[in-house]
DNA sequence: TTTCGTCAGATAACGCCGTTATCTATGATG
DNA sequence: CATCATAGATAACGGCGTTATCTGACGAAA
């Protein structure tokens, strides 16, 4: 019979095509990515990637896939971290905005306008949901704690579409010469978010003593 | 000599490959969009478009910034509407909302995350700028009247990337379905923002007044 | 009125793209 | 050892953005 593909072959083929498809991301752009450069690049012919990928939109997809779960990662590492859930939930925001510009082909893969509907239960389905609760926990966590008081899903959204709104203006150099710097803008935004959701407990011991 | 091409005959073929090319971005996509496909619309050969446009890009910005100037007629007349500033305001957030849903080719010509840099003083420049300055303008009133107390340029870029926020990721549809609905985390959104400005004058008159 | 120069626009072509059809060589199975 | 399904190469398709080249029409000059 047949020399069949291993699922191991298959795995480690896709991996490397992956590992190209994301350096020439970064290197030539989003947008010039195709399928005949990721080939040249592996010495293979164009056709071959077709054993390993359906189209060109699989190996996005999957690209998209595995930024998620950067992102995932980072924003898990953040949580993970020292302090209280103050200084953790600073730190969420602060790895999604340097995720975000140390890696914005990633970014703008994920947040891109024009995506084709992921279908249900896929690995990219996956990662986007795991990525959409690491943006509500912190937030969760806030609420639990009781240092803010909000509907925890509500306000994680706000939090979340506030600060992709500020970097997306940033990335497409929407904010013109006269605008505030980007960190102006975004630090101003959350903090009248915060306030706007302070527990009356906290707001004693959090307003007044994050200000000295 | 030759037959050359009058201004006027230029401006005319000019518009006529805008209107087909924004056609087209509603019809078939961004994406799709081809000078073949322009041309072939126009029941002429591709080439004839460089006589009129230097190149592709060129016919985006051009697209660009038409989209940015009926964005900015939008805001406008919705500022030069009745009202108190408040009501006007929240009629020019709408403006914003309503253009970008029902413009989403536009909205996302304007705001996509790989963009040439615009020639400085270029058409596409002015109306970026106008656009900007609209989306300053109602929050300057505001704060000339003192409804609110802030920095107005700061506030205003909170508040337009806090809305652009929002709208991308729904148009990109990064809203999961266990989100709340788009309409529901602008209101909230703005609600807080609003709310951290509120001049004391207006915190009672206002605040207590918009909501029976 | 004929010639001539110049430019608008068409035709052809280039190299790239994503994708499909077809071929070839390989190596496990009978 | 012969067979045969498959991995991957080659060739090709239609479409893309763009450039080179050709053609034809018109205003100025003769």
Known sequence: MPVLLTQAQIAEGRARILAVAERQAVEIGLDRLSMHGIARALGWSATALYRYFENKEAILAAARTAAFDRLSDRLEAAMAGPGDI????????????????????????????AQPPAAPDSDLALANARARANMRGYVEQMVAEGAIDADPSLLAHVFWAGLHGVVSLQ????????????????RDMVRR?????????ARASHQTGARR
């Open 86 to 113: 103050w200084a953790r939930s600073r730190e969420v925001g602060n790895a999604y905005v340097d995720f975000a510009f140390e890696n914005p082909q990633s970014y703008r893969l994920i947040f891109e306008f």
């Open 193 to 201: 978010i915060i306030r706007s959701a302070l527990s009356p407990s």
């Open 171 to 186: 990335m497409a150099g929407r904010l013109g010469p006269d605008a505030p710097p980007f960190e102006t803008i975004r």
